[in-house]
């Protein structure tokens, strides 16, 4: 019964740590935009990239390329 006991209890850690796991993966991801998003969401006065008429686009383009790059080296780190 105690081998039993134990054996459930380490599948339940097992896939515990699998959940923990993917979500690490996802604040990973998700914090890098939301600092991104805290920046511009500030609407200094003087800050540069506001006057500029492509900064809208070029910060979706690198909040994409962050995505990205994080997803490619997760799964090549194999965390997902």
């Known amino acids: 019964m105690s081998q039993l006991r134990d054996l459930v209890q380490t599948q339940l850690d097992v896939r515990q740590n699998r959940i923990m796991t993917v979500l690490t993966v996802i604040t990973s991801i998700f914090m890098p935009l ?3 998003a805290g920046w511009y969401g500030m609407n200094f006065r003087y800050m540069p990239e506001l006057e500029w008429r492509l ?3 070029a910060v979706f383009v690198l ?3 962050i995505v990205v790059v994080c ?3 997760f799964k090549k ?3 997902m």
């Open 34 to 36: 939301t600092l991104i």
């Open 55 to 57: 900064a809208y686009p």
């Open 63 to 65: 909040s994409v390329v």
């Open 71 to 73: 997803v490619i080296w």
């Open 77 to 79: 780190k194999k965390w």
